[in-house]
């Protein structure tokens, strides 16, 4: 598979974190910068939580500096999600059993396959990290994640898949250049109508819990700004970023 044009790649045997690295690496580079860790000895996800992240399982970080204003770096979540589903089904040749869950997770029968996390480095106007981990060869067990929350599950374990983390990353990088191309000459509206068209629950009752409160109501859309819209008794609610639980 073709490197995309204009992307860096390193591969580092080991790493604390491909996030911390791209902050650590970001000043220096040129253009957007792929970093592979084989090994992370201080992988998180969101909100500081530890992430699970045995040798073979995926761990990459893209370092990209968009010309985007603040509230719309956050899509870039949306564009990440599309192209782990799409290098996903190009590795396994096939899209059964895939789905998107907002806000930034990859589904596989129903258990989470990956997952994504954005951070911010240098402040406004400064650089966007996107750290992405995929369990390719193991997952953590239920008791790694909090009650009612969706199960891991590891695409080895799912479809009896051996894929390697680099050969991955190839069909990975591929896959974002596109939809990263497309989102700047078309804005959101066409990745938001491919992202609906692969998500989870849509149509469905869902819970989103935030550190504040708990909403539950029918899953109706993802508004143009990203927002995941609920239908619930009281009227339509918007929620800018939650965990979600399915009913």
């Given at each position: 598979m073709n490197w995309p044009e204009g992307y860096g790649r390193r591969v580092l045997a080991e790493v604390d974190s491909t996030n911390a690295e791209a902050a650590r690496i970001a000043a220096g580079l040129s253009g957007p910068e792929w970093i592979l860790g084989l090994r992370q000895t201080a992988a998180r996800g969101r909100r500081g939580r530890?992430?699970?992240?045995?040798a073979g399982?995926?761990?990459a970080t893209l370092?990209?500096?968009?010309?985007?204003?603040?509230?719309?770096?956050a899509l870039r979540s949306f564009v990440a999600a599309l192209a782990l589903y799409d290098?996903?089904?190009s590795v396994t040749g096939t899209e059964t059993g895939l789905a998107l869950k907002w806000p930034n997770d990859v589904l596989l029968n129903g258990g989470k396959l990956a997952g994504i996390l954005l951070e911010g480095i240098g402040g406004p106007g400064g650089h966007l990290a996107i750290g992405i981990g995929v369990n390719l060869l193991a997952a953590p067990g239920r008791d790694a994640v909090e009650p009612g929350a969706v199960p891991p599950v590891s695409l080895l374990g799912e479809t009896g898949m051996r894929v390697l983390p680099e050969a991955f990353l190839a069909a990975l990088a591929a896959a974002y250049a596109t939809h990263e191309a497309r989102l700047t000459s078309y804005?959101?509206?066409p990745i938001r109508t491919l992202w609906l068209a692969r998500a989870a629950r849509l149509g469905e009752v869902i819970t989103a819990r935030t550190a504040r409160d708990s909403v539950t109501g029918v899953f109706e859309t993802?508004?143009?700004t990203g927002q995941l819209v609920l239908k619930t008794p009281k009227g339509r609610v918007s929620v800018a970023a939650a965990e979600i639980f399915f009913e």
């Open positions: 530890p992430w699970v992240n045995p399982n995926f761990a370092v990209i500096r968009p010309k985007d204003s603040p509230d719309k770096l290098a996903l089904a804005g959101f509206e993802v508004d143009g």
